[in-house]
């Protein structure tokens, strides 16, 4: 099969001919129709969680996707071949991924049915972006009233947790540039700042002069959280996705931090995925890209901003 995978952290990913891979008893064997990218992707073929976990190379990339089921492993019980399914077919230690024609998954892991009014793409926008969103609002929990900063609004994660805080009745501040800001009102924010105009935290506390209930912060390191924190009042709370937060420090300032850690599963994919169906949760696509062109874009939409899902067409 086809497949764009690295030989090593740090090689240039490439297209290669690579073995199908083989279903276990309780695996599920997929033919991919698309997948989606997650900046996590390059961080994982960089070399991010060397040594947190085995690797295998030629290692494919991708973790999202969305197909059709060939076959099933002799105890496979929930699907069915011809079942159009999606979820996260990234392992590791076998060296599999799902920027590639084929791609397994068990059947309990995080792979769900894809609901008939639900487009492929969509799909595979979801696992881990959407779900990542649908756990960062849950865990800080607004209530009706309550003010949101989401810094990051525009991306996969963001434009998802946008919609999440605004149906639970918050105020949403969202960072967007002006050519963003149409799109983030439009999924539910009630404000935007220009994060490319001047700092975040002093536009929040002129529109908030006495601060904000929960920050969700999708992009910032830990050198450059700390100024946002001040947004943040007393018994505040704030969640960093990519771990830049010092839960003990801010406790002693009365603010709750969470650096959280999203572990996705099939009966969220599915409840996520009838919201989808439902027009009840949008899912804005910023671009398709073809296999063939991955190699080639792919340092671009790494540098790129966010305006959405990346969609490669298998």
């Known amino acids: 099969m086809r497949a764009i995978a690295i030989t090593g952290f740090g090689a240039d990913p490439e297209i290669m001919q690579l073995p199908a891979p083989e279903p276990g008893p309780r695996e599920v064997f997929v033919r991919m129709r698309v997948a989606g990218y997650n900046p996590v992707d390059v961080k994982v073929a960089n070399g991010a969680m060397k040594g947190m976990v085995p690797f295998t190379f030629p290692l494919i990339l991708g973790t999202d996707g969305a197909g059709v089921v060939e076959a ?23 060296g599999l991924g799902s920027f590639a024609e084929y791609g397994v998954a068990a059947e309990d892991g995080a792979i769900a049915h894809k609901p008939h009014g639900v487009r492929f793409e969509q799909a595979a926008a ?46 949403v501040i969202a960072t967007a540039a002006p050519d963003a ?26 529109l908030c002069p006495d601060g904000v209930d929960a ?8 050198e450059a959280i700390g100024d946002v924190i001040r947004v943040l009042r007393p018994g505040g709370i704030i969640v960093s996705t990519v771990g830049a937060l010092d839960p003990d420090e801010l406790t002693e300032r009365e603010i709750r931090a969470v650096n959280l850690v999203h572990r996705p599963s099939g009966p ?37 901003h966010a305006r959405g899902k990346i969609i490669i067409e298998i």
């Open 72 to 94: 099933t492993g002799a105890e496979v019980t929930a699907f069915s071949p011809g079942d159009e399914v999606f979820g996260r077919f990234a392992d590791y230690p076998r």
């Open 268 to 304: 969220l994919l599915a409840e996520l995925a009838a919201l989808v169906e439902s027009d009840d949760l949008r899912v804005h696509i910023q671009a398709q890209v073809p296999f063939d062109q991955l190699p080639v874009r792919l340092p671009d939409i790494q540098h790129g």
């Open 126 to 171: 979801v696992p881990t972006a959407t779900g990542a969103a649908h756990e960062v609002v849950e865990t800080a929990r607004p209530d009706t009233g309550q003010t949101v900063l989401i810094i990051g609004a525009t991306g996969g994660v963001g434009q998802s947790a946008v919609q999440f805080a605004a149906r639970r009745g918050a105020r």
């Open 181 to 206: 800001e149409a799109l983030t009102r439009d999924l539910g924010a009630s404000d935007t700042v220009d994060h490319t105009a001047a700092p975040v935290a002093d536009q929040v506390l002129a």
């Open 215 to 222: 920050v969700l912060d999708l992009v910032d390191p830990p």
